[in-house]
């Protein structure tokens, strides 16, 4: 469903536009947005995240909507019929699927009687990737086009009852101007791997003191001797089938790590994307000799231009290191031998970091409307910071990397 919006305070930038043909419009659904019309908005060097097929996956599989605590709230602009920009957002009750654990803010709220949901969020659902922003048509301002989404997006919220505004893992140079904008800057961590330009794996490991690379060959080793293949699949030739495998895997994977609450996508979600998105996509698949034997173990990466992503894994027994090989070695080489020059492997542990990630700081933007609650988030989030950046300094102070973090 889609409505237009009318306001009696106006966003500046509308005011100051002669242009008369332009609205606004809040969409309940990503599906009542042309494709086309979305994607031309996607720059070349977005995260594939943002493009529409994406966003459609997950909302036309039932993975995120009302049903599941997302409620939609597409923000678009249009002159006549032509999008001009659009601010993916989503009104909240709980902070399940973020990758923001922002539960400590919620319990002070709750400790001083105040309410923190619902909140409305600018966020890649269920994807912790960086790179989130408010998309623009070419020609536009981008600065006065994110003043005036946040401008409408306050306005709603004060006529809704909704008790904050964040925007989660958005584009650094994007999010520069929130600060300005009345937004509170809270620091973070994820992992990354770079290729300066390696010639292939073993030149990779010569970067590594001698303990650690002799214990990734170990790691390597383990997993060719239980008689293990592994090799890049892209999605494109793999076939449904690797899709439904990989949603298997998936559950079978949080029913080991996170029974609770980590089953943020269903079936419905792979399927989808093995219709819409499977050019983004190849699996690293583990499997034995058998050609007739299903795989052994998946991981599910993504690719645009020179990045890859890895968002989920799975195996279906449970083999010494092998998830260092699916999830972290094979896609290394491969990216070395195709000139891949970034891989954010996805959240999770630390042991990351001995495998040749970085540690690397990212930020979210939080704007909450409570004034008592606003002065204690203020209050508070230097020192947070600077806890999280000591964080950061002790994951990289034990790499085995013989070179500086980036």
Not at 140 to 167: K, V
């Given at each position: 469903?889609?409505?237009?919006?009318?306001?009696?305070?106006?966003?500046?930038?509308?005011?100051?536009?002669?242009?008369?043909?332009?609205?606004?419009?809040?969409?309940?659904?990503?599906?009542?947005?042309?494709?086309?019309?979305?994607?031309?908005?996607?720059?070349?060097?977005?995260?594939?995240?943002?493009?529409?097929?994406?966003?459609?996956?997950?909302?036309?599989?039932?993975?995120?909507?009302?049903?599941?605590?997302?409620?939609?709230?597409?923000?678009?602009?249009?002159?006549?019929?032509?999008?001009?920009?659009?601010?993916?957002?989503?009104?909240?009750?709980?902070?399940?699927?973020?990758?923001?654990?922002?539960?400590?803010?919620?319990?002070?709220?709750?400790?001083?009687?105040?309410?923190?949901?619902?909140?409305?969020?600018?966020?890649?659902?269920?994807?912790?990737?960086?790179?989130?922003?408010?998309?623009?048509?070419?020609?536009?301002?981008?600065?006065?086009?994110?003043?005036?989404?946040?401008?409408?997006?306050?306005?709603?919220?004060?006529?809704?009852?909704i008790h904050g505004?964040?925007?989660?893992?958005?584009?650094?140079?994007?999010?520069?101007t929130l600060t300005?904008?009345?937004?509170?800057?809270?620091?973070?961590?994820?992992?990354?791997?770079?290729?300066?330009?390696?010639?292939?794996?073993?030149?990779?490991?010569?970067?590594?003191?001698?303990?650690?690379?002799?214990?990734?060959?170990?790691?390597?080793?383990?997993?060719?001797?239980?008689?293990?293949?592994?090799?890049?699949?892209?999605?494109?030739?793999?076939?449904?089938?690797?899709?439904?495998?990989?949603?298997?895997?998936?559950?079978?994977?949080n029913d080991k790590?996170?029974?609770?609450?980590?089953?943020?996508?269903?079936?419905?979600?792979?399927?989808?994307?093995?219709?819409?998105?499977?050019?983004?996509?190849?699996?690293?698949?583990?499997?034995?000799?058998?050609?007739?034997?299903?795989?052994?173990?998946?991981?599910?990466?993504?690719?645009?231009?020179?990045?890859?992503?890895?968002?989920?894994?799975?195996?279906?027994?449970?083999?010494?290191?092998?998830?260092?090989?699916?999830?972290?070695?094979?896609?290394?080489?491969?990216?070395?031998?195709?000139?891949?020059?970034?891989?954010?492997?996805?959240?999770?542990?630390?042991?990351?970091?001995?495998?040749?990630?970085?540690?690397?700081?990212?930020?979210?933007?939080?704007?909450?409307?409570?004034?008592?609650?606003?002065?204690?988030?203020?209050?508070?989030?230097?020192?947070?910071?600077?806890?999280?950046?000591?964080?950061?300094?002790?994951?990289?102070?034990?790499?085995?990397?013989?070179?500086?973090?980036?």
């Amino acid at each position: 469903m889609k409505r237009e919006l009318r306001f009696s305070s106006v966003p500046q930038y509308i005011k100051t536009c002669m242009n008369s043909t332009l609205r606004m419009e809040l969409h309940t659904s990503v599906l009542d947005i042309q494709p086309e019309a979305w994607n031309l908005l996607v720059k070349p060097e977005d995260p594939p995240f943002l493009e529409w097929e994406w966003f459609a996956a997950l909302e036309g599989s039932g993975s995120i909507g009302p049903e599941t605590g997302w409620q939609p709230c597409h923000l678009t602009l249009w002159d006549k019929e032509r999008l001009l920009a659009i601010a993916p957002f989503y009104i909240k009750s709980h902070s399940g699927g973020e990758f923001v654990y922002d539960y400590f803010w919620a319990e002070a709220a709750e400790m001083l009687n105040r309410s923190y949901y619902p909140k409305m969020v600018g966020i890649i659902p269920a994807t912790p990737v960086v790179g989130y922003r408010f998309l623009v048509a070419e020609g536009y301002d981008p600065i006065a086009m994110q003043r005036t989404f946040l401008e409408l997006a306050e306005s709603i919220c004060n006529t809704y009852r909704i008790h904050g505004i964040h925007i989660l893992f958005p584009e650094p140079d994007w999010a520069q101007t929130l600060t300005e904008a009345g937004l509170s800057k809270w620091k973070h961590n994820h992992y990354q791997w770079e290729n300066p330009g390696y010639r292939d794996f073993s030149d990779y490991l010569q970067r590594f003191n001698k303990n650690q690379r002799k214990n990734i060959k170990k790691e390597r080793m383990e997993v060719q001797r239980a008689g293990i293949r592994t090799r890049i699949v892209p999605a494109s030739e793999a076939g449904e089938a690797y899709f439904r495998h990989m949603f298997q895997l998936y559950n079978r994977t949080n029913d080991k790590f996170a029974p609770h609450d980590a089953r943020y996508v269903n079936k419905d979600f792979f399927l989808k994307l093995s219709e819409s998105f499977a050019h983004r996509i190849f699996f690293v698949e583990a499997a034995y000799p058998d050609p007739h034997q299903d795989p052994l173990a998946l991981a599910f990466l993504v690719q645009k231009g020179d990045r890859i992503w890895g968002r989920y894994w799975g195996a279906y027994e449970d083999i010494k290191d092998l998830h260092f090989e699916v999830c972290y070695y094979a896609p290394i080489q491969w990216a070395i031998e195709n000139h891949i020059r970034f891989f954010d492997p996805g959240a999770g542990s630390p042991h990351k970091v001995r495998r040749g990630f970085w540690a690397v700081p990212h930020f979210s933007f939080h704007r909450l409307l409570d004034p008592l609650l606003d002065q204690v988030f203020r209050a508070n989030i230097d020192m947070v910071n600077q806890f999280e950046d000591k964080t950061i300094e002790e994951l990289n102070s034990a790499s085995p990397l013989k070179v500086t973090p980036p």
